[in-house]
Structure formats: C-alpha cells, structure tokens
C-alpha cells in the first residue's frame, strides 16, 4: 500500500479559473476527509465522506467548491471561478472505522 | 465548540538540547480523543500518538514522551535530546467522542515550528 495520494501536487492558476484535485486513499479505508492548510494555520476541516456519501461539509466549503467521491473509491475537490483567498494547501485523509487519520502530501493551489 | 491552542509559535533549540511544545484545548465533552502530528517539510502530516480523554497516564517513545493532564487541559509534548530530523511544524489536534476523527474530522492548533540547529 502506498498510502494516500494526491493529484496534482502543485497548481498554479489565474483567477476565475476552475480547478480540481484528486485524492486516492488508502484501498481497504471507507472514510476520507479534505482539508484545507493556509500559510502558518494548522489544516482546517472541509468535508466528510464514509465510503460514497458525503456526511458533513464545513461552513468553509462555499458554493464555489465541490467534493465527489463516486463509488466509495477516490475522491474529487473542485473549486470553480477561483479566487485569491483559495490559495492553499488541500489536504486529502483517510480512515478506516476508529483508526487515525493518514494524510497525503496535499495539493497546493496557488491563484494569481 | 472545540479549540486547540499552541501558543508557541517557534522554538529554536541547540541540537541534543530537551524540547517541550504546549498544546491547551478546549472542548464540552467528556469524551474526546487528543493527537500529535508532526509535519516536516515535504508537507505530509505524520501521526506521532492519539490519547482518549479517559487515559491520563503519560506516555514514552524513545526520545518522545506527552504528558496529558485533564486538570489543566494540556497535552503537552517533550523531545529529549533533540536531533537536527526533528525540525518540523509539530501540530496538536482534537476530535470529539471518536477515536478516528469522526464526521467533524479534527480540530488542530496552529502548530509549533521546532527548529533544531546543529
């Protein structure tokens, strides 16, 4: 197992474009979570997913963003009409039942 | 509604030297789960310990030890005799009532950067 990984890495992009991130979490983990990770702030809680079906979204999740994960296996976040102030670190985790979260590398979104 | 506090922003500590970084919470429930990530570099979080709110004895990891005291709510951390691959951002974090970090995932502080100088 290669544990959770996250594409792409690095995204640089103009503002008012779309962009999305992917996560593939560890293969036997039924829950997944993204969070979002500012310059010097701990990681922020996004939204929840427990296989397929997204159980909690953060009041931080705008209408601009949306998170898929289809058939309980990688999941998708996709930020629309991006603004400067989503500029980030986007972190993908995964879990299974009471297990720790392990996290991925992220994806850092930068927006010019 | 939960909070984690580090108020350290930085260390800076001669290699060998003894490091401790303070993390105070807050939370209403009785039950909650405490951790410790440590993120270096390269960016990816790197789970160190989870304790539940019901275990206060102090733990030891080699060169790693927490000392989780619910009467002041502290779950602070010490590194003896640092070493130089300890320099990272060092992140205390909570989560309510599940062990994993249920639906409202985890809430962390804003993380000490611990430099060590050789």
């Known amino acids: 197992d290669t544990g959770v990984s996250q594409d792409p890495r690095h995204k640089i992009t103009k503002r008012g474009q779309n962009v999305t991130f992917r996560c593939d979490p560890i293969s036997e983990h039924n829950r997944l979570y993204w969070y979002r990770q500012t310059l010097g702030q701990g990681p922020e809680f996004l939204t929840y997913?427990?296989?397929?079906?997204?159980?909690?979204k953060s009041r931080l999740l705008s209408d601009r963003f949306s998170a898929e994960r289809p058939k309980g296996s990688f999941s998708t976040l996709e930020i629309q009409r991006t603004e400067q102030g989503d500029s980030a670190m986007y972190l993908c985790a995964s879990s299974s039942g009471a297990n720790v979260l392990t996290f991925g590398a992220g994806s850092r979104l930068t927006v010019l | 509604a939960q909070k984690v506090t580090q108020a350290q922003t930085e260390i800076s500590v001669v290699e060998k030297e003894d490091v401790t970084l303070d993390c105070v919470y807050e939370?209403?429930?009785?039950?909650?789960?405490l951790f410790w990530y440590k993120q270096p570099p390269s960016g990816e979080l790197v789970f160190l310990i989870r304790r539940n709110s019901f275990d206060e004895q102090n733990e030891i990891s080699g060169r790693y030890s927490w000392n989780f005291q619910k009467s002041t709510s502290s779950f602070n951390f010490t590194i003896t005799a640092s070493q130089v691959v300890d320099s990272a951002v060092y992140f205390c974090a909570l989560s309510e009532a599940f062990a994993g970090g249920g639906a409202d995932g985890l809430t962390f502080g804003k993380g000490t950067h611990l430099i060590i100088q050789p």
């Open positions: 939370t209403r429930d009785t039950t909650y789960y």
């Open positions: 997913f427990q296989n397929e079906a997204q159980l909690e």
